[in-house]
């Protein structure tokens, strides 16, 4: 509804814009750049040349998942959060980290010196993808 009454749409990529059209939508449409893939590139590289966490942890030849579990309606309630690890260690292929203290990431639980966003990088760069 919003894009039928906005005179200006700023559009990350080409697929934007071409679903926009679709809807009939062409007027006052412009590519903008997606700013998050923009940061990803620009931090990708700064991540495979600084960040050695495959090696670290023993990823380097095996399969492993990433999770992000960052939504407050998961992460500020003891009961979801324990049901999503629960669910987690059941599984019996994943490994997991916990946190005692509150709402906490990943990048909480295991820095190892850097910043979070390359270790996630890294980590995101050999996962299996679905």
Not at 6 to 22: E, G, K, M, V, Y
Not at 60 to 71: A, P, Q, S
Not at 94 to 109: E, N, P, Y
């Amino acid at each position: 509804m919003k894009d039928h009454l906005s005179d200006l749409l700023f559009c990350p990529t080409q697929t934007s814009i071409d679903n926009l059209a679709r809807e009939g939508v062409t007027k006052g449409v412009h590519l903008v750049g997606d700013v998050m893939m923009d940061a990803l590139e620009y931090n990708r590289s700064i991540a495979e040349e600084k960040s050695d966490i495959i090696d670290r942890l023993g990823f380097r030849d095996r399969l492993y998942i990433v999770l992000t579990i960052h939504r407050a309606a998961n992460t500020d309630s003891r009961e979801n959060m324990a049901n999503i690890l629960s669910a987690i260690d059941k599984s019996g292929k994943l490994r997991s980290s916990r946190s005692t203290r509150g709402r906490g990431s990943i990048c909480r639980i295991m820095t190892y010196g850097m910043p979070c966003h390359l270790i996630f990088i890294s980590l995101n760069r050999w996962a299996i993808s679905t």
